[in-house]
């Protein structure tokens, strides 16, 4: 189940962005943008949906923004111990179609480049590679996937 985020799970999307971003500290150097988001406003701003499993457990989170013609997806984190269950294609897939009821025509997100995993996983979700940039000291790649 995939729901709006409420006051009371920020602690468990903070654990959660922690958990699933520490991996990337060596190889970025620094933490991830994902680990210092002020995640109170976010929520409050009804940026941020929550994935649960059946029993209500906590699983993953998604942070989205509708820009002027297109939906920001600024963030996407599953717990490592429900990694490969679907969850984050799940969480995604929400956001498309968010975008696509509110007239959106895309979707775009960025990544780390050193977060290599992802620069295969966005391509096989539809995803194509616009930009390469540098943005607060992050080597960032953007992706974009026009919604049909």
Do not use: W
């Not at 949906?49 to 920001?72: K, P």
């Not at 997806?73 to 679907?86: C, F, I, R, S, T």
């Not at 050193?114 to 607060?136: C, F, K, Q």
């Amino acid at each position: 189940m995939i729901r709006l985020a409420e006051a009371r799970d920020e602690a468990a999307i903070r654990d959660c962005a922690a958990q699933a971003y520490a991996r990337y500290v060596p190889r970025i150097g620094r933490e991830p943008a994902p680990m210092l988001a002020d995640y109170a406003s976010q929520i409050a701003a009804g940026r941020v949906h929550v994935s649960e499993s059946d029993t209500g457990a906590f699983q993953g989170f998604i942070v989205f923004v509708n820009e002027d013609r297109h939906v920001l997806l600024e963030n996407v984190a599953v717990l490592p111990e429900a990694a490969g269950q679907g969850i984050g294609k799940a969480l995604i897939a929400f956001c498309e179609a968010a975008a696509r009821a509110g007239g959106k025509r895309a979707v775009r997100l960025y990544t780390n480049a050193a977060m290599t995993e992802n620069l295969s996983i966005y391509p096989r979700l539809g995803y194509i590679e616009y930009d390469r940039r540098v943005e607060d000291g992050f080597d960032r790649v953007c992706f974009e996937k026009i919604l049909r």
